[in-house]
């Protein structure tokens, strides 16, 4: 990615949110570790997809905001002239008219030029008004047939072969509904394989037990080692705890299958001061405290053979001290209130110091519009 960090796209800078506090803090100083621990808190809240409590919500959303804009103009004030930080100010009274942000940012809308394009190609261009007019109409008609609606003599074969249904192919309804969860298709690697777990093997009488390479759970995510859980247990109020899944098992009696996760619980430890985020054992890394080093021991993959060249990795010098990634993307509710990071208001609140503070280092960078020094912007200060 630093090979063409000049020509990023919205994904890459996603990534680059969600890593930079494990890779850029330690070539910062304070004052900017504030301003991307500030916008490592914000990213989850924008890009989050469900909203349980809007009111709450946009009570979180405006604070962060201000939170950012405090720390980014007490860098330097003259981030007053980039106009997309003020319509940052907007973007709670948008969410609050048309929901969350990221299902109605403007590449949603842009993504249906596609329609328009792919109507317009397929086209001998002799009439291409015409064929773009079939084209959706042909669109509408689908749009009718998928909602379920009725279709008169839908037994005729002519109509069947014009929409593509064969009558001799039978369709499983059910086993559609219940794609989740199913095994994925990696195969398990040897030095993964265990024995079945004599606590699992009691609980599951009856049972054939086959350790599995994981479980895709839905569209987005894996359940297999080395992911990380929040479990919450049915007779614990709700309580949530993180887990690392240890190994991952398929249980088959007859027709029936279900999945079996066996990991291990840890408990939520204290707010790390370096990366402001909540502390946890074998889960995010703190290479901060650690001291990790980065060595060149990688072995860098080329069309799915290993070469002879290497990458650069962190190799981890204590595994006692972890933190978990609060910058995660997209923004979850549940991770956010399980790890409580407080929000550290009053270290918000003096506005004016902030701007003289922003102000005075505008100054002494200079540049075209550079301001004059505070004693004349604000006399009283002095």
């Given at each position: 990615m630093a090979k063409h960090s000049a020509n990023f796209i919205g994904k890459e800078f996603k990534i680059v949110l969600q890593c930079a506090p494990f890779v850029l803090f330690p070539f910062m100083d304070e004052a900017q570790r504030d301003v991307w621990i500030a916008l490592c808190q914000l990213a989850p809240l924008i890009f989050q997809t469900y909203i349980d409590d809007m009111d709450q919500y946009l009570e979180a959303l405006t604070f962060h905001i201000h939170k950012f804009l405090f720390y980014a103009f007490k860098s330097t004030a003259q981030w007053v002239n980039k106009a997309k930080f003020?319509?940052?100010?907007?973007l709670p009274e948008s969410i609050?008219?048309?929901?969350?942000?990221?299902?109605?940012?403007?590449?949603?809308?842009?993504s249906y030029?596609?329609?328009?394009?792919?109507?317009?190609?397929?086209?001998n261009r002799q009439s291409p008004g015409k064929d773009i007019a079939i084209t959706f109409a042909n669109y509408k008609v689908m749009r009718r047939l998928f909602p379920g609606s009725e279709r008169c003599d839908k037994d005729n074969p002519m109509i069947q072969k014009s929409m593509d249904f064969n009558a001799q192919t039978p369709v499983d309804y059910e086993a559609a509904q219940l794609e989740f969860p199913h095994a994925t298709k990696a195969k398990l690697a040897l030095k993964d394989k265990v024995t079945v777990p004599t606590a699992l093997q009691?609980?599951?009488?009856?049972?054939?037990?086959?350790?599995?390479?994981?479980v895709q759970w839905d569209a987005h995510r894996v359940l297999k080692h080395g992911v990380f859980i929040l479990v919450r247990r049915g007779d614990d109020c709700g309580h949530a705890e993180a887990g690392f899944i240890d190994h991952v098992w398929e249980a088959r009696q007859r027709s029936r299958r279900s999945f079996w996760v066996c990991y291990?619980?840890?408990?939520r430890g204290r707010v790390?001061?370096?990366?402001?985020?909540?502390?946890?054992?074998?889960?995010?890394?703190?290479?901060?405290?650690?001291?990790?080093?980065?060595?060149?021991?990688?072995?860098?993959?080329v069309e799915r053979e290993e070469s002879e060249e290497n990458n650069a990795t962190v190799t981890h010098l204590d595994s006692s001290e972890f933190v978990v990634n609060s910058a995660e993307l997209p923004g979850s509710a549940v991770l956010r209130n399980w790890a409580a990071v407080p929000r550290r208001e009053s270290d918000v609140q003096h506005l004016l110091p902030m701007l003289h503070e922003g102000?005075?280092?505008?100054?002494?960078?200079?540049?075209?519009?550079?301001?004059?020094?505070?004693?004349?912007?604000?006399?009283?200060?002095?």
């Open positions: 003020h319509m940052l100010l907007h609050r008219r048309f929901g969350p942000a990221c299902l109605f940012a403007t590449e949603k809308f842009e030029n596609a329609v328009l394009r792919n109507a317009s190609i397929h086209s009691d609980h599951l009488l009856g049972n054939s037990l086959f350790q599995i390479a994981g291990t619980e840890f408990s790390d001061d370096y990366y402001q985020m909540r502390t946890i054992t074998k889960t995010m890394h703190n290479c901060h405290l650690s001291n990790c080093q980065v060595d060149y021991t990688g072995r860098v993959r102000l005075s280092r505008w100054h002494e960078g200079g540049g075209q519009n550079a301001p004059g020094p505070i004693s004349v912007i604000d006399p009283e200060l002095v």
